[in-house]
């Protein structure tokens, strides 16, 4: 069971910023040992996990199913995916489900546009609570003493410029979503991307999750955002609300 959960580390290790792993990679983001760790991905390699070029490890299309465990049985995102497709419908941008996961807004539904270029958020990507829509939608959902240790825990790091880089700015911007029922990133994680999230509430008033559409800052101003997005979006938030 200990190799299982050295395995495991290992898996959730990739993302979008580490694309492939050499062994002491893999063995410093899972705190393991460089023997423990090439033991790992040679097994995920042989069990058609991972691919291995002589030096980098990549993860594999079969590493999908394992997210498809759960996105496809897991109440949320089966509830989820027709409000996301609905948003999706009405106007024709990405929309996400997302959850809160440790210190991260974890993506677990998601109905894609189709564009030629798109944004990096993927089911299963997971994006810190401070620096997106979604996780300031979550953080607002906390109490004042949770919310504080959670930014004391936050290393922000500048993407463009801007990305908050100081706890009381982002404590101010979750302060304001919570007050305002929605959070807007605005060009801070990627040039070009703004970013709506709303909570999604359930029967007894616990925030579940949170449900955001992107879109290009080229194809749509921060007047629509305003408007006709945070229209629709609350309007499918509360409906998958009433679900749950």
Do not use: W
Not at 217 to 222: C, E, P, T, Y
């Amino acid at each position: 069971m200990g190799g299982l959960a050295k395995g495991l580390a290992i898996i959730e290790a990739f993302g979008p910023l580490r694309t492939q792993l050499t062994v002491s990679e893999a063995a410093a983001q899972s705190a393991t040992t460089p023997a423990a760790a090439r033991r790992c991905l040679l097994t995920m390699v042989d069990l058609g996990y991972v691919s291995h070029d002589g030096k980098y490890f990549r993860p594999t299309p079969r590493m999908m199913r394992l997210a498809a465990a759960y996105s496809s049985s897991a109440p949320l995102p089966v509830l989820a995916q027709p409000c996301l497709q609905a948003v999706h419908d009405q106007l024709d941008e990405s929309a996400s489900f997302a959850v809160l996961d440790g210190d991260d807004s974890l993506f677990v539904a998601r109905a894609e546009a189709a564009r030629i270029v798109s944004a990096g958020v993927r089911v299963g990507v997971a994006l810190p609570l401070h620096a997106s829509a979604t996780g300031r939608v979550l953080l607002a959902a906390l109490d004042d003493d949770e919310l504080n240790e959670r930014l004391r825990r936050a290393r922000p790091q500048r993407n463009t410029p801007n990305t908050l880089v100081t706890v009381a700015d982002i404590r101010d911007r979750v302060h304001r979503a919570r007050v305002e029922g929605f959070a807007l990133t605005d060009e801070e994680l990627e040039f070009g991307m703004r970013t709506m999230a709303v909570p999604v509430v359930d029967r007894t008033g616990l925030t579940c999750g949170a449900m955001s559409v992107s879109a290009f800052s080229a194809r749509v101003s921060m007047e629509t955002m305003l408007g006709r997005f945070l229209d629709v979006l609350q309007r499918e938030a509360a409906r998958l609300g009433r679900m749950l």
